[in-house]
């Protein structure tokens, strides 16, 4: 699979699919897509990218350990339901805000919070078990 | 003191749970001052309860109430009454003591910090069950009791003897604990309160009941269970592994008493049948000679009294289960003068240990020289326990006498084990006072001198209250029996205690009686130790054997099951997997007539005529072309490669029927998934290197094509009788008309997954990750090859 085609057009093909999985995330609440499948897509984005590169390469670009990130995630959904608490209504009460900025209004919201820990718990769990797989040896896992 | 008189009930219970927790930091800041310090707080505990005695004797109950779980009406209720206050002041009191005890008996060790904590969380444990009036808390501090107990009895952890003893405590506890769980809830259902003191009003809604047998055993199994009575005795010397002060304190005042205090405080709601006297009666005797002969074959000092300790206990369960008046007033001046006297020599005996280096009967003698104060102590304690006048243990003896004196023949057996009973532990009392401490001297391990002050000062304070209250009848009557008994029984006992001897009483001569045999056994120990040691071994099976039997019984029979469910053939795994998928697809749709419609009915007339190709487009009738000859694929596939990648065809097609038919959301899922299923797993297929080839025995392949086929029909059969039924449409048409008004989004699948049913997600993202962090674990442990060498057998 070390084509140096695939090696080639792994980066921008790994690019293109993590802008596209935040896009699709961010515009899930009115078109198809959502945390769930922005995750998926960023994961497969990962995958490829450990394929190409190699793991350690990927591990480097990532900073972070992915399942850090699935942590994250999980922690960043469960806090945005906290939010509601200081409203006094019941626990994960959505909550909005219009920000207007001239020519539109940006409308923000404590489930667009909770898409976002829904895609790192997805994207962190599926990139750190792609990862894995991918690699041979045991200090890359 | 601000707080009102009632909230320091409630102070009481918490109180030694905070000086727990605070224990391991004032013992690293105080360091040797550290038991002096914490004695504060049962000594405290002490004096409020006395406090409190003044209203109790005027027949008052002292009660508060916190909330607990408000919305439930539950409530942690306390209360004080005469035979709480009793159990209470006993159990701080001689806390307080043991206390300063430990802090000497452990000085220096190493954990003494957290020795202490745990004997304060018992403590409070304890305090807690006799002063509940919420029966779920009742079991809830009794499971305490256990816990804390199973941390004290193997505190001494590093030795296997401790860890098995604290084991078999909490597994002979723990089930008389979910059999007094069960009780109280079957007792709540029949009378409709949690509270003790309603319940103890409502006489005979559980007596008169059809559960009232269920109950009456299951009160009966936790109470025997903690008291140690036969056959459940033989955790308690077992937990003699642990440090001399948990025996002292556990042997005495609590623990075993917990199950006393249960049957006592039950009496006005399951007492006064015949099944209740016959079993307590008939229990506790057995168990009263049972550990009396137990201690005489002993020659340890610890397990001569802790057997002396199950026999006290049956002794207890016999007069609850007489439960007259004077029986009721006799067990509590026994527990009063038990609980006094056994820790008192418990805590000799721990000194003896600790400065003569042994606590072996026969290789003791003439310490009374070296250690003048202990020997004080002992004698105050075993005489007590002899029973002799001028002690509460005389006035404890004479009440039971009383108790099962006349009456038909059933009393006299009675009164007759009582005799024997208390004669043997007579017997003992006086080998435990003079055997070590009189006659010739022996030499010991170590030099004997004389105990340091905390030490001592256990034993002398509590025997010289034993004879106090030996000299006091009048106010021991009036102020502890009489409330007391009209806590148990809702009457008062009259006072009759008295120092004056009268002749012609028969129960005088029976007291004789019983210190002559006491003599006569002291003097017969030996032989009696060794014909005992001889039938032992002539037996050579004791409860102690079988209870390991069954556990061990218990770990192979685990084993085996194991070993039949795990055995490691992920072929095996998915067949009974799948197996039971067809089953349960296909059994309940045939009992419920799910096939019926496929049988044709008489005026369907010729059916293939009715059958009518699909009115489908031509580019929909080639999806489902895709998806049969990615399906084809996978079957007739040679290699894994292949037939991964025909899998992804076919769910990439599946993605696009659902595009066609209007669930984007759905597709795009899908696609991904597909995706990602096959990068996975042909990683992973790479990585095992198998054969790139998959060759199969025909007979696999029939059985696992056959299944396969009975579960791909079974899930098509449900997916088509569910289209045929009316489509509740309720709730897709309140998610239409709400999502973008409500929930500000025009994707419903979206808007359900993040807003109205978020909390659903947020539980299956944290399984994702959980899942996750599973797989990762099971992949580290693949890259090392020395834990794969030598993990599966």
């Known amino acids: 699979m070390n084509t140096v085609i695939f090696r080639t057009a792994a980066p921008l093909i790994v690019a293109t699919m993590l802008v596209f999985s935040l896009y699709i995330c961010l515009r899930g609440h009115n078109e198809p897509g959502g945390g769930f499948i922005g995750g998926l897509i960023a994961a497969a984005a990962i995958a490829v990218f450990g394929m190409a590169s190699g793991v350690p390469a990927v591990r480097r670009a990532l900073k972070v350990d992915p399942l850090a990130i699935a942590g994250f995630g999980v922690v960043l959904a469960g806090a945005s339901g906290l939010l509601s608490l200081f409203t006094g209504s019941p626990f994960m009460t959505s909550i909005w805000l219009y920000l207007d900025l001239g020519e539109t209004t940006l409308p923000l919201s404590t489930p667009l919070i909770f898409d976002l820990g829904v895609y790192c718990a997805v994207f962190g769990t599926i990139s750190s078990i792609a990862l894995a797989l991918e690699s041979d040896r045991e200090e890359d896992l | ?793």
């Open chain 2, 1 to 793: 003191m601000g707080l009102s008189l009632d909230a320091s009930v409630a102070l009481i219970a918490i109180a030694p749970f905070l000086a727990a927790i605070l224990a391991p930091l004032i013992q690293s800041l105080a360091g040797r001052f550290a038991a002096w310090i914490l004695f504060i707080v049962p000594a405290g505990i002490f004096i409020v309860l006395l406090g409190l005695a003044e209203r109790v004797v005027a027949g008052q109950t002292i009660s508060t109430a916190i909330g607990w779980v408000p919305s439930f009406g539950l409530t942690l209720g306390f209360f004080v009454d005469g035979l709480s206050l009793v159990f209470a002041l006993t159990i701080s009191g001689i806390g307080a003591l043991i206390v300063l005890y430990a802090g000497a008996y452990l000085r220096g060790h190493r954990h003494l910090g957290r020795f202490l904590a745990f004997l304060l969380a018992f403590m409070g444990a304890m305090l807690g069950l006799v002063l509940a009036d919420n029966s779920l808390a009742i079991f809830m501090f009794w499971e305490l009791t256990s816990i804390t107990s199973y941390l004290l009895i193997g505190f001494d952890a590093g030795r296997q003897a401790a860890r098995r003893a604290a084991i078999q405590a909490l597994v002979i506890t723990n089930i008389g604990g979910l059999c007094l769980l069960v009780a109280i809830i079957v007792m709540q259902q029949l009378s409709g309160t949690w509270l003790l003191s309603e319940l103890r009003g409502l006489e005979g809604v559980v007596r008169d009941s059809a559960f009232y047998g269920l109950v009456l055993t299951l009160v009966l199994a936790a109470a025997f269970t903690k008291s140690a009575q036969f056959p459940f005795h033989f955790w308690l010397p077992n937990a003699m592994e642990a440090p001399t002060p948990v025996s002292a304190f556990l042997h005495s005042a609590t623990m075993v008493q917990g199950g006393v205090y249960l049957l006592a405080r039950l009496t006005p709601v399951l007492g006064e049948t015949s099944v209740w006297t016959g079993t307590l009666v008939a229990f506790g005797s057995v168990t009263l000679i049972w550990g009396a002969i137990g201690a005489l074959r002993q020659t340890d000092l610890k397990q001569i009294l802790a057997q002396t300790t199950i026999a006290s206990l049956g002794l207890l369960v016999v007069l609850i289960g007489l439960g007259s008046k004077a029986a009721i007033a006799a067990m509590i001046v026994y527990f009063i003068a038990h609980a006094f006297y056994k820790a008192g020599l418990f805590m000799v005996v721990g000194g003896v240990d600790h400065e003569a280096g042994t606590r072996d009967i026969t290789a003791l003698g003439g310490l009374a020289d070296k250690m003048p104060v202990s020997f004080i102590g002992a004698a105050l304690g075993a005489l007590s326990m002899f029973g002799l006048p001028l002690t509460v243990g005389y006035f404890a003896k004479e009440e039971m006498y009383l108790a099962a004196f006349g009456g038909d023949w059933l009393a006299w057996l009675v009164l007759a084990v009582l005799i024997l009973g208390n004669a043997l532990l007579a017997g003992i009392a006086l080998l435990i006072m003079i055997r070590p401490f009189l006659g010739d001297a022996l030499p010991t391990p170590r030099k004997p001198h004389e105990a340091p002050i905390a030490m001592l000062s256990g034993p002398l304070i509590l025997g010289g209250v034993a004879v106090v209250g030996g000299l006091l009848p009048e106010w021991l009557g009036h102020d502890v029996l009489a409330p007391a008994t009209l806590a148990v029984l809702g009457v008062e006992a009259e006072p009759h205690l008295s120092l004056s001897f009268d002749i012609t009483n028969p129960v005088l001569w029976l007291s004789v009686i019983t210190w002559g045999l006491g003599i006569l056994v002291f003097r017969q120990a030996h032989r009696i130790r060794v014909l005992l040691r001889r039938a032992e071994l002539a037996i050579g099976w004791t409860a102690d054997r079988a209870f390991d039997a069954v556990m061990f019984g218990l770990i192979r029979f685990a084993g085996a099951v194991t070993r039949f469910l795990h055995h490691g053939r992920l072929e095996i795994y998915l067949f009974t997997v799948f197996a039971m998928l067809g089953l349960a697809l296909f059994v309940p749709l045939s009992l419920l007539g799910g096939f019926d419609w496929i049988v044709p009915t008489a005026d369907l007339g010729d059916w293939s005529k009715r059958l009518v190709l699909p009115d489908l487009r031509i580019y929909e009738w080639g999806i489902l072309l895709f998806v049969l000859v990615g399906l084809l694929a996978v079957l007739i596939a040679q290699s894994r490669l292949i037939a991964i990648l025909s899998l992804g065809i076919q769910g990439t097609g599946l993605a696009l029927i659902f595009l066609l038919f209007g669930a984007p959301d759905l597709a795009f899922t899908q696609l991904m998934v597909e995706v990602l299923s096959v990068v996975i797993l042909t990683v992973v297929m790479t990585n095992l290197r198998l054969d790139a080839r998959d060759h199969r025995p025909f007979e696999d392949w029939a059985r696992d094509g056959t299944l396969a086929v009975i579960c791909g029909a079974g899930v098509s059969h449900l997916l088509m009788l569910v289209l045929t039924g009316t489509f509740d449409s309720r709730l897709s048409d309140f998610f239409a008309k709400t999502s973008v008004p409500v929930a500000h989004g025009a994707n419903i699948v979206n808007v359900i997954l993040v807003d109205y049913r978020g909390l659903d997600t947020l539980g299956e993202i944290s399984v994702v990750m959980g899942a996750g962090i599973a797989i990762l674990a099971l992949l580290r442990r693949r890259n090392k090859p020395a834990i794969a060498a030598r993990g599966e057998p």
